[in-house]
T-cell receptor
Framework: QKEVEQNSGPLSVPEGAIASLNCTYS??????FFWYRQYSGKSPELIMSIYSNGDKEDGRFTAQLNKASQYVSLLIRDSQPSDSATYLCAYPTGKSTFGDGTTLTVKP | KAGVTQTPRYLIKTRGQQVTLSCSPISGHRSVSWYQQTPGQGLQFLFEYFSETQRNKGNFPGRFSGRQFSNSRSEMNVSTLELGDSALYLC?????????????FGPGTRLTVL
């Protein structure tokens, strides 16, 4: 079993819709999670970090963490074509474990 | 503040050669991590250096090595290149040691092994 699994893509949503990206992880002891966005041909950049159970909102982005279920998600409201990218979840294992990524396409 | 810089940006080598990649972290950052990114394997952790010491190492063969200098700049070396080493090599810097801190990625070095 991989340490972190992301919902398989690609994911396509129309402009203005909510995009939901999910990630499950195996290490119950993890205390922090990160969502990175990677545009094609570019390097990853951090968009959200979350450290406690519940929701964390930042503009159109909401990260949700459920430690009991070992599940973290990222919701993008009012999706825009500029949100089209690959989204990577990451959590500390001492060796910076990243998911394989989910590619999101937002269609105008 | 200047971001993470990596040199060279592109590199073409042949099998059996060796290569050295360089990474300059954001000023004040003491942790540098290296990753290999390929379409099939995603982003794979190579190693992390903090204050010139290797803190963690991923599951890569000994052909992959690195070091960090007193100014926090880091180099990564791959010896006896294989075709499978063709990848984008990314370095990331962070203020704190470990992977619980935000990592800032450089633009990467695209290595092609022929």
């Amino acid at each position: 079993q991989k340490e972190v699994e992301q919902n398989s893509g690609p994911l396509s949503v129309p402009e203005g819709a909510i995009a939901s990206l999910n990630c499950t992880y195996s290490d119950r002891g993890s205390q922090s999670f990160f969502w990175y966005r990677q545009y094609s041909g570019k390097s990853p950049e951090l968009i959200m970090s979350i450290y406690s159970n519940g929701d964390k909102e930042d503009g159109r982005f909401t990260a949700q963490l459920n430690k009991a279920s070992q599940y973290v998600s990222l919701l993008i409201r009012d999706s825009q074509p500029s949100d089209s990218a690959t989204y990577l979840c990451a959590y500390p294992t001492g060796k910076s474990t990243f998911g394989d990524g989910t590619t999101l396409t937002v269609k105008p | 503040k200047a971001g993470v810089t990596q040199t060279p940006r592109y590199l073409i080598k042949t099998r059996g050669q060796q290569v050295t990649l360089s990474c300059s972290p954001i000023s004040g950052h003491r942790s540098v991590s290296w990753y290999q990114q390929t379409p099939g394997q995603g982003l794979q952790f190579l190693f992390e250096y903090f204050s010139e010491t290797q803190r963690n190492k991923g599951n890569f063969p000994g052909r992959f090595s690195g070091r960090q200098f007193s100014n926090s700049r880091s180099e990564m070396n791959v010896s006896t290149l294989e075709l499978g080493d063709s990848a984008l090599y990314l370095c990331a810097s962070s203020l704190l040691a470990g992977d619980t801190d935000t990592q800032y990625f450089g633009p990467g070095t695209r290595l092609t092994v022929l």
